[in-house]
């Protein structure tokens, strides 16, 4: 039952870096690829129907972290303090952003908007990356969970690493859900700035993989290659789904290299927090299976509808007055 | 200030700061469901005028309440990681379950709903608009379930010292949680139906275009509000009479009442320093008798005072604070059960008088707009705009009330439930350093404060704009009904 939950978990946060790592990497990207209002437009509206359905897996993979594995959740939130707070004021600026942008006709308005997308994207990003990275990698914490020594304890060489595979994926990611959403000049654009990019964003989450778990590195790298290769053959959505199995195998490394550790002391072996010492009651586990049995697979049914309705690409042409 | 303190403050402001969002998207949500069910079934465009605007409202309030929601899934574990554990195997299940069942469908069916004008056959997208409109009352559900079993622990048993639940049934179907349920969506609809009157008001007194469209708003908006505050009545006086049982010493700190009296006296209003449990220098204007009707439906019943509780509580759980450096200046000082008074004396009275005082507005504000009369005062829009802050300054005043009015305990004990399950607040906070959590109120304060300005500029930009659409075309050239 436990296992089952770590596997659950590592899944809602394989589910929220699928599909909030492309919401986020539009965002990091917003100045970039969209030239002027009217492309940006364009970029928004990819995502604007679905980013807060998908921000709600990350909700989820805490929510459930809480409910079956209370001390995990509490050791490793209270622990990655300030890292966290700078997360949720990003995904507050970013997540009012997108609705405000466009309510006032005025070019400072969308501006200010514009540079709170994009900081709030970059910053979001890097601190998903330096969450999960410090968890697999671990934290100098005491018998008890509390952490022992400094409030930047989680920010180090390698979750800095960590922190910036997440980013780069997501900018990658981002560019080429932009090809596969857009047309015309915009999608030309993403597609040549996802294939000159990846070499260079996507090599610090080849370095953590292989911190973490050696020369299963490998088996990214091969997926990923497959995914700009697919994308120069102009086979967006192929390349799309490459670059989904490319996070599904790096979620599967880092937490398959954790389990069955949920957070690592780095100060004594014995400290380190399992799946043992900190799940709830067989009870507990029960119900909220029970919850997820029936609630997730309809949630991939209505979400999955959803972005059948959104499926069109859209253009500058597609885009009204404001 | 301690780290304690500080999390206090900030749990304090966050809430309250979030639950200014929640009740009006819970109670607008439903409201323009209702409306766009209005336009689909008799085709009125009427009706279709009042979705499109009370639904724009709705949106920019919408994404407050969702972000700065997401605050709260944080704090428990950032800055209460002591109480995380102790209640995880209880706590954490219905918030699970608040976001599989209610937060998904929420957020997805929203998107469905604000982009899908045009994509969708009418009566599907209407039926997002339920989706989405209910999903936010079902998440209201669970968060309430969760907060009412910190008020009233059920569904448990002690296991190594913590509580472990036994029975999620217990914990859905407890009778906190069933009393503070209907009171809790009363209010939001009490807030919405005194948006509706207010704005409509307004756009009356202007002289703005269709004006049938503000004359069936604050019809609407009215009703809404009168039977929202018999709800609110209802489930309240329910709720006070368990609060009664389950917890004295927050309703003997809601009254003031420092010593047992039989009959007890209501109190209406005092004049004098109600900060001492000994009530000197208090005088109280009361109804007799009237409190010991409220707490047990018998007018001749004995209510106990402050001074005859706190022995009682401390013969049960203790004088003493133990002896944990964990508790700082608190270890093994004595324990203090009685709530901040002046707190919860005004905060109950301020609850349930601008509850009363936002019914009155409305039922005045139908009678002055009767067989389509308008006041031509600048006093009548006004007044209406005024009694929109009523129902959000009761709301307010009752959680400030009834979570001061559990102090010193986070969890509450159940007096006649699992014996040993309580935790102090003082014990519940992370071993964070005061730095950190200074650090994240400031930021987060600074924050909801130039987004409250952000959304009271667009809300009045978009109030002033008044109705915007026409009726919903189908576009030849593939441009898109909605974007952002």
Same mark, same amino acid.
């Given at each position: 039952?436990?296992?089952?939950?770590?596997?659950?978990?590592?899944?809602?946060?394989?589910?929220?870096?699928?599909?909030?790592?492309?919401?986020?990497?539009?965002?990091?990207?917003?100045?970039?690829?969209?030239?002027?209002?009217?492309?940006?437009?364009?970029?928004?509206?990819? %995502? @604007?129907?679905?980013?807060?359905?998908?921000?709600?897996?990350l909700?989820?993979?805490?929510?459930?972290?809480?409910?079956?594995? /209370?001390?995990?959740?509490?050791?490793?939130?209270?622990?990655?303090? &300030?890292?966290?707070?700078?997360? &949720?004021?990003?995904?507050?600026?970013?997540?009012?952003?997108?609705?405000?942008?466009?309510?006032?006709?005025? /070019?400072?308005?969308?501006?200010?908007?514009d540079?709170?997308?994009v900081?709030?994207?970059?910053?979001? *990003?890097?601190?998903?990356?330096?969450?999960?990275?410090?968890?697999?990698?671990?934290?100098p914490?005491?018998?008890?969970?509390?952490?022992?020594?400094? /409030?930047?304890?989680?920010?180090?060489?390698?979750?800095?690493?960590?922190?910036?595979?997440?980013?780069?994926?997501?900018?990658?990611?981002?560019?080429?859900?932009?090809?596969?959403?857009t047309? @015309?000049? %915009?999608?030309?654009?993403?597609?040549?700035?996802?294939?000159?990019?990846?070499?260079?964003?996507?090599?610090?989450?080849?370095?953590?993989?292989?911190?973490?778990? @050696?020369?299963?590195?490998?088996?990214?790298?091969?997926?990923?290659?497959?995914?700009?290769?697919?994308?120069?053959?102009?086979?967006?959505?192929?390349?799309?789904?490459?670059?989904?199995?490319?996070?599904?195998?790096?979620?599967?490394?880092?937490?398959?290299?954790?389990?069955?550790?949920?957070?690592?002391?780095?100060?004594?072996?014995?400290?380190?927090? *399992? %799946?043992?010492?900190?799940?709830?009651?067989?009870? *507990?586990?029960?119900?909220?299976?029970?919850?997820?049995?029936?609630?997730?697979?309809?949630?991939l049914?209505?979400?999955?509808?959803?972005?059948?309705?959104?499926?069109?690409?859209?253009?500058?042409?597609?885009?009204p007055?404001? | 200030?301690?780290?304690?303190?500080?999390?206090?403050?900030?749990?304090?402001?966050?809430?309250?700061?979030?639950?200014?969002?929640?009740?009006?998207?819970?109670g607008?949500?439903?409201?323009v469901?209702?409306?766009?069910?209005a336009?689909?079934?008799?085709g009125?465009?009427?009706y279709?005028?009042?979705?499109?605007?009370?639904?724009?409202?709705?949106?920019?309030?919408?994404?407050?309440?969702?972000?700065?929601?997401?605050?709260?899934?944080?704090?428990?574990?950032?800055?209460?990681?002591?109480?995380?554990?102790?209640?995880?195997?209880?706590? !954490?299940?219905?918030?699970?379950?608040?976001?599989?069942?209610?937060?998904?469908?929420?957020?997805?069916?929203?998107?469905?709903?604000?982009?899908?004008?045009?994509?969708?056959?009418?009566?599907?997208?209407?039926?997002?608009?339920?989706?989405?409109?209910?999903?936010?009352?079902?998440s209201?559900?669970?968060?309430?379930?969760?907060n009412?079993?910190?008020?009233?622990?059920?569904?448990?048993?002690?296991?190594?010292?913590?509580?472990?639940?036994?029975?999620?049934?217990?914990?859905?179907?407890?009778?906190?949680?069933?009393?503070?349920?209907?009171?809790?969506?009363?209010?939001?609809?009490?807030?919405?139906?005194?948006?509706?009157?207010?704005i409509?008001?307004?756009?009356?007194?202007?002289?703005?275009?269709?004006?049938?469209?503000?004359?069936?708003?604050?019809?609407?908006?009215?009703?809404?509000?009168?039977?929202?505050?018999?709800?609110l009545?209802?489930?309240?006086?329910?709720? !006070?009479?368990?609060?009664?049982?389950?917890?004295?010493?927050?309703?003997?700190a809601?009254?003031?009442?420092?010593?047992?009296?039989?009959?007890?006296?209501?109190?209406?209003?005092?004049?004098?320093?109600?900060?001492?449990?000994?009530c000197?220098n208090?005088?109280?204007?009361?109804?007799?008798?009237?409190?010991?009707?409220?707490?047990h439906?018998?007018?001749?019943?004995?209510?106990?005072?402050?001074?005859?509780?706190?022995?009682?509580y401390q013969?049960?759980?203790?004088?003493?604070?133990?002896?944990?450096?964990?508790?700082?200046?608190?270890?093994?000082?004595?324990?203090?059960?009685?709530?901040?008074?002046?707190?919860?004396?005004?905060?109950?009275?301020?609850?349930?008088?601008? !509850?009363?005082?936002?019914?009155?507005?409305?039922?005045?504000?139908?009678?002055?707009?009767?067989?389509?009369?308008t006041?031509?005062?600048?006093?009548?829009?006004?007044?209406?705009?005024?009694?929109?802050?009523?129902?959000?300054?009761?709301?307010?005043?009752?959680?400030?009330?009834?979570?001061?009015?559990?102090?010193?305990?986070?969890?509450?004990?159940?007096?006649?439930?699992?014996?040993?399950?309580?935790?102090?607040?003082?014990?519940?906070?992370?071993?964070?350093?005061?730095?950190?959590?200074?650090?994240s109120?400031?930021?987060?304060?600074?924050?909801?404060?130039?987004?409250?300005?952000?959304?009271?500029?667009?809300?009045?930009?978009?109030?002033?704009?008044?109705?915007p659409g026409?009726?919903?075309?189908?576009?030849?050239? !593939?441009?898109?009904?909605?974007?952002?």
């Amino acid at each position: 039952m436990e296992t089952l939950w770590f596997v659950l978990i590592a899944v809602l946060w394989l589910g929220y870096l699928f599909l909030e790592g492309f919401d986020f990497g539009v965002g990091m990207l917003l100045p970039v690829l969209g030239r002027d209002n009217a492309e940006r437009r364009v970029m928004i509206n990819t %995502i @604007g129907p679905v980013w807060d359905g998908n921000e709600v897996w990350l909700i989820v993979a805490i929510g459930a972290t809480f409910a079956a594995f /209370p001390g995990w959740y509490a050791a490793l939130l209270s622990a990655a303090y &300030l890292p966290l707070t700078l997360f &949720l004021i990003a995904l507050i600026g970013r997540g009012v952003a997108f609705d405000y942008r466009g309510k006032v006709d005025n /070019p400072r308005w969308r501006k200010a908007w514009d540079v709170t997308i994009v900081a709030g994207s970059w910053i979001a *990003t890097l601190c998903v990356g330096l969450l999960i990275s410090t968890t697999v990698l671990g934290l100098p914490i005491d018998a008890n969970g509390d952490r022992v020594g400094s /409030p930047f304890a989680a920010i180090r060489f390698d979750t800095v690493v960590g922190a910036f595979a997440f980013a780069g994926y997501a900018l990658v990611h981002g560019a080429v859900f932009t090809a596969l959403k857009t047309e @015309g000049e %915009i999608r030309e654009r993403a597609r040549r700035l996802a294939i000159t990019l990846a070499p260079v964003a996507l090599l610090p989450l080849i370095a953590l993989l292989a911190i973490v778990a @050696g020369l299963w590195a490998g088996v990214v790298v091969v997926v990923l290659v497959a995914a700009m290769w697919r994308l120069l053959a102009n086979r967006d959505g192929q390349s799309f789904a490459l670059m989904g199995l490319a996070i599904a195998a790096s979620v599967a490394i880092l937490f398959g290299s954790l389990y069955p550790n949920v957070l690592p002391s780095t100060l004594n072996d014995a400290w380190s927090l *399992t %799946i043992a010492n900190t799940a709830s009651s067989p009870y *507990t586990l029960q119900v909220i299976t029970w919850v997820a049995g029936f609630g997730t697979p309809a949630v991939l049914v209505y979400q999955g509808w959803t972005y059948w309705v959104f499926r069109k690409r859209i253009g500058v042409r597609h885009i009204p007055a404001q | 200030m301690d780290v304690l303190e500080l999390a206090r403050w900030q749990f304090g402001i966050t809430t309250v700061y979030h639950f200014l969002m929640v009740p009006l998207t819970i109670g607008l949500s439903l409201l323009v469901a209702g409306m766009q069910t209005a336009w689909v079934r008799t085709g009125n465009e009427r009706y279709y005028k009042m979705t499109k605007f009370w639904g724009k409202l709705l949106l920019i309030n919408f994404a407050m309440g969702v972000v700065t929601g997401i605050v709260q899934e944080f704090q428990f574990g950032m800055a209460w990681s002591a109480y995380s554990r102790f209640v995880g195997d209880v706590f !954490g299940a219905p918030l699970a379950m608040e976001g599989i069942v209610a937060f998904f469908v929420e957020s997805t069916f929203l998107g469905l709903w604000i982009f899908g004008w045009d994509k969708l056959p009418k009566k599907v997208h209407l039926a997002c608009a339920w989706a989405f409109s209910l999903a936010t009352m079902a998440s209201a559900y669970f968060i309430l379930a969760a907060n009412s079993w910190m008020q009233h622990p059920v569904g448990i048993e002690l296991h190594e010292g913590r509580p472990r639940l036994t029975s999620i049934w217990a914990v859905l179907s407890n009778n906190t949680v069933l009393a503070a349920f209907p009171h809790t969506i009363a209010g939001a609809f009490a807030v919405a139906g005194a948006f509706l009157v207010g704005i409509a008001a307004w756009h009356l007194y202007r002289k703005s275009q269709d004006e049938k469209v503000w004359r069936s708003s604050l019809k609407l908006g009215t009703w809404v509000g009168v039977v929202a505050f018999a709800a609110l009545s209802i489930s309240g006086d329910l709720q !006070g009479k368990l609060m009664f049982e389950q917890q004295p010493m927050k309703m003997a700190a809601a009254e003031a009442l420092c010593h047992t009296e039989q009959p007890a006296s209501f109190s209406i209003f005092a004049v004098g320093d109600v900060t001492r449990p000994d009530c000197e220098n208090v005088k109280s204007i009361t109804v007799p008798a009237l409190l010991s009707f409220l707490a047990h439906n018998d007018f001749s019943s004995e209510v106990k005072g402050i001074q005859d509780l706190v022995p009682l509580y401390q013969q049960k759980y203790g004088e003493f604070y133990p002896v944990d450096p964990k508790l700082g200046e608190l270890s093994g000082k004595p324990i203090d059960y009685v709530p901040a008074l002046p707190v919860t004396y005004w905060g109950f009275r301020l609850m349930i008088g601008f !509850g009363a005082i936002s019914a009155g507005l409305g039922v005045f504000m139908l009678w002055l707009t009767r067989k389509n009369r308008t006041p031509t005062g600048w006093w009548f829009p006004a007044l209406g705009l005024a009694g929109i802050a009523t129902p959000f300054l009761a709301n307010s005043a009752g959680w400030i009330f009834t979570e001061m009015g559990r102090q010193p305990f986070v969890v509450v004990p159940n007096p006649t439930g699992v014996d040993g399950v309580w935790m102090f607040t003082a014990q519940a906070v992370s071993n964070s350093t005061p730095g950190e959590i200074l650090t994240s109120l400031i930021a987060l304060t600074a924050v909801y404060s130039v987004l409250a300005v952000v959304e009271f500029y667009l809300i009045r930009k978009y109030v002033r704009g008044g109705i915007p659409g026409v009726l919903p075309q189908k576009t030849d050239d !593939g441009a898109l009904a909605f974007a952002y």
